[in-house]
């Protein structure tokens, strides 16, 4: 047996071997300490003392090592169960920041929002639709040529600012809409730019000199729009804080 165990041994790689010693290395620590151990006033004598007293040592400062590992993926736990907690306040937070001042709108009617355009002299060409909502539009628009509009925004009809009221300050300020952030009727109808009562638009605050908890000045906030404005002829919104 002993044999062919040697010829094991020699057959191995020498990537093997070293790979396998620090393996075996304690092993065979522990096999010279319980030797020592038994041949300790026989044998060895005070090399054994010495010997276990060094593998006493060691073996402290295993359980040591151990502990403080122990340690230290608990209190990972413990921090990793605070970030999780810490998220999900501030999830919360930030969903609580998009509570609106109407959370249920009517919604509209294709009929309502659009009037149907006959193009040219033949009735039966009728793919135009006039929008007859408030619209906003950039301040570099331009129209598309009569032969490509799908989609008629009147000029009467389009809005570039708002009267936001600051729900804290009570006070009413006229200010630039920058953009339409959503509308609860559908993305066709947020990407035309059409305003109708809740519609989330974003307006630019700098000129009221609000600034974060950071220190930072907010350039532009949203606010719901809280009236109809093409029954008013002004947009009437509300900032969300």
């Known amino acids: 047996m002993a044999i062919?165990?040697?010829i094991d041994r020699l057959q191995e790689t020498?990537?093997?071997?070293?790979?396998k010693t620090p393996s075996s290395s304690g092993f065979e620590i522990s096999k010279r300490a319980r030797i020592g151990a038994t041949l300790q006033l026989l044998v060895l004598g005070v090399k054994?003392?010495?010997?276990?007293?060094?593998?006493?040592?060691?073996?402290?400062t295993t359980k040591k090592t151990l502990a403080v590992h122990a340690e230290s993926s608990s209190r990972r736990k413990?921090?990793?169960?605070?970030l999780s907690n810490t998220i999900k306040q501030k999830r919360k937070e930030k969903a609580g920041k998009w509570e609106v001042?109407?959370?249920?709108?009517?919604?509209?009617?294709?009929?309502?929002?659009?009037?149907?355009?006959?193009?040219?002299?033949?009735?039966t060409k009728?793919?135009?639709?006039?929008?007859?909502?408030?619209?906003?539009?950039?301040?570099?628009?331009?129209?598309?040529?009569?032969?490509?509009?799908?989609?008629?925004?009147?000029?009467?009809?389009?809005?570039?600012?708002?009267?936001?009221t600051h729900p804290k300050l009570k006070c009413t300020f006229n200010l630039n809409i920058?953009?339409?952030?959503?509308?609860?009727?559908?993305?066709?109808?947020?990407?035309?730019?059409?305003?109708?009562r809740g519609t989330i638009i974003e307006v630019n605050v700098s000129e009221l000199g609000l600034v974060t908890h950071?220190?930072?000045v907010v350039w532009g906030t949203y606010a719901q729009v809280t009236n109809d404005p093409e029954n008013d002829g002004c947009i009437n919104a509300v900032l969300l804080v």
């Open 214 to 216: 950071g220190g930072k």
């Open 78 to 82: 413990v921090d990793d169960k605070v």
């Open 48 to 60: 054994a003392k010495m010997f276990a007293k060094k593998r006493y040592a060691e073996k402290v």
């Open 14 to 19: 020498p990537c093997k071997r070293k790979r």
């Open 4 to 6: 062919f165990v040697i």
């Open 101 to 123: 001042p109407l959370p249920k709108v009517r919604p509209v009617a294709e009929e309502e929002m659009f009037k149907v355009i006959q193009s040219g002299k033949s009735k």
């Open 178 to 196: 920058i953009g339409i952030k959503k509308i609860p009727n559908g993305p066709m109808f947020t990407a035309l730019g059409v305003i109708t």
């Open 126 to 164: 009728q793919w135009k639709r006039m929008v007859t909502k408030a619209t906003f539009v950039g301040p570099g628009f331009t129209r598309k040529l009569p032969k490509y509009e799908r989609f008629l925004r009147p000029t009467g009809l389009r809005f570039t600012k708002a009267n936001v």
